[in-house]
C-alpha cells in the first residue's frame, strides 16, 4: 500500500499523473520514443511545452502581459535573479522578512542593490505575518513569500503597495485563486505543488524587464528565455511534461477554485484536532495559518517519539518538522487527498485520548 505522503517537497502528485508519467517513460503516447529521449526541440516535445505555458495562463486568468517560463537552479536562483534583472545598484527594493527563504532572498538582493527589510516576525520566531507596515515612495518592488514552507505562515491577501509585488509562491502556487493585479513576477520551484524537482516556473510582466544599466549573463537574463520560449538551452524536458500533466489534472478537476475548497476542508481538519486537544499546540498565529503546511508541536515533547511511531504505523510519510524548528509539519499540496488527511486526524485524536492530562 502507498504511504499517505505528507512531505513537504518534492512532494505527492496526483495518482493519474504518476500514471501518466510512467507511461511515457516507457514510450509518450504517439511518438514511438520514450520522453527521456526524444529532442527538445522535437514536434511533441513543442506541442508539450506549449501546453505547459498556456495552462498557467488559464487557471490564473492571465493576460498577454505575462510571460510563462520554465528555468532551472530551483526558486533559490530566483533570488539572485530577481534583483539582478530587476534592481539596478542606486535602486530601492524592499523585503518582508518571515522566515528562511526569504532571509536568503534578501542576503541575494544584497548583492545587486539597495535593499529595505520592511518588516520581520524575527523576534516572534516568524509566527507571523507582519501587517500595517508603512511603504517608502520609489520602490522597484517589494518582494514577499506568500507561503513559508518551513514555519506554517501564509498570507491572505496582499499589503497594498504602489509598487509592483514579486512573490515567491514555492509552496502555494496554483492552490488558490489570488489577486493577480499587484504581482510583477511570480517563482515557484516545481517540487511541491506544480511537478517534479527540476524546473522553476517564473511570470513575469514584461514592461518591468529591460531597465536595468548592468549586463546581465545570457541565461540569467529572463529576455532570453522569453524570446525563445524556455528553449533557449535543452530546457527539463520530463520535470515540464510532468508539471504539464499536474496543470490538466487542476483544471480536470475544476481550476483554482476547486483546489482551494479542497485544501482548505483539509487544513481544517488537521487545524479543528490541534485546537480541540491541549496535547498540540500550533506554531503559529491563528489568522496566518498555512492551508498547505499545517504545524504543531506536541505540549509534551518527551512524546514526540512515540506520536511519530504511531504516525509510522499508520503509513503515514514525512511528517516531522523541519530540522530547524522541530515538532511536526502536515504538508498537503494540491493531490493530498481528503481520506489521508482524515487518517491523519484520527490519529491525533487517538493520541490526544491516550496521552491527555
Ligand atoms: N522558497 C520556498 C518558499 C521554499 O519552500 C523553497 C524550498 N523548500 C525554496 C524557496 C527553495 O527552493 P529550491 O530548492 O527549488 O531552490
Not at 505555458?53 to 520554465?70: A, R
Not at 502555494?172 to 522553476?200: E, V
Amino acid at each position: 500500500m502507498k504511504k499517505h505522503n505528507f512531505s513537504s517537497g518534492p512532494a505527492i502528485l496526483p495518482q493519474s499523473v504518476f500514471a501518466q508519467a510512467a507511461e511515457a517513460i516507457r514510450e509518450l503516447p504517439g511518438t514511438g520514443l520514450s520522453i527521456l529521449e526524444i529532442s527538445h526541440r522535437s514536434p511533441a516535445f513543442t506541442k508539450i511545452l506549449e501546453e505547459a505555458i498556456e495552462l498557467p495562463k488559464v487557471l490564473l486568468g492571465l493576460d498577454d502581459s505575462y510571460e510563462v517560463l520554465y528555468l532551472t537552479g530551483g526558486a533559490s536562483s530566483q533570488f539572485y535573479m530577481v534583483p539582478m534583472n530587476l534592481l539596478d545598484q542606486q535602486d530601492k527594493a524592499a523585503y518582508v522578512d518571515t522566515g528562511t527563504w526569504s532571509t536568503k532572498a534578501i542576503k541575494e538582493a544584497q548583492l545587486f542593490g539597495g535593499v529595505e527589510i520592511l518588516a520581520s516576525s524575527k523576534a516572534d520566531h516568524f509566527n507571523h505575518i507582519p501587517k500595517n507596515y508603512s511603504t517608502p515612495v520609489g520602490l522597484k518592488y517589494l518582494h514577499l513569500t506568500s507561503n513559508n514552507t518551513i514555519i506554517g505562515t501564509q498570507y491572505k491577501e496582499w499589503p497594498k503597495v504602489d509598487c509592483p509585488i514579486v512573490v515567491d509562491m514555492s509552496s502555494d502556487i496554483f492552490s488558490r485563486p489570488m489577486d493577480l493585479k499587484p504581482l510583477g513576477l511570480i517563482y515557484a520551484g516545481a517540487q511541491k505543488n506544480l511537478g517534479p524537482a527540476g524546473t522553476t516556473m517564473v511570470i513575469v510582466k514584461k514592461d518591468l524587464l529591460g531597465k536595468v544599466e548592468r549586463a546581465i549573463p545570457t541565461m540569467l537574463n529572463y529576455q532570453t528565455h522569453i524570446d525563445k520560449k524556455s528553449s533557449f538551452n535543452t530546457p527539463p524536458v520530463f520535470p515540464i511534461y510532468v508539471a504539464m500533466l499536474n496543470l490538466r489534472w487542476i483544471q480536470e478537476q475544476g481550476g483554482l477554485v476547486e483546489m482551494e475548497k479542497r485544501n482548505q476542508r483539509k487544513a481544517k481538519l488537521i487545524y479543528e484536532m490541534v485546537d480541540h486537544y491541549d496535547i498540540f499546540r500550533g506554531s503559529v498565529r491563528k489568522e496566518d495559518r498555512s492551508i498547505m503546511n499545517a504545524t504543531f508541536f506536541l505540549a509534551k515533547p518527551e512524546l514526540d517519539d512515540v506520536f511519530y511511531q504511531m504516525c509510522t504505523e499508520a503509513n503515514i510519510s514525512t511528517i516531522k518538522g523541519h530540522r530547524t524548528v522541530g515538532g511536526f509539519r502536515a504538508s498537503m499540496y494540491n493531490a493530498m487527498p481528503y481520506e489521508s488527511v482524515e487518517v491523519l486526524a484520527d490519529l491525533m485524536q487517538k493520541f490526544a485520548k491516550k496521552y491527555a492530562g
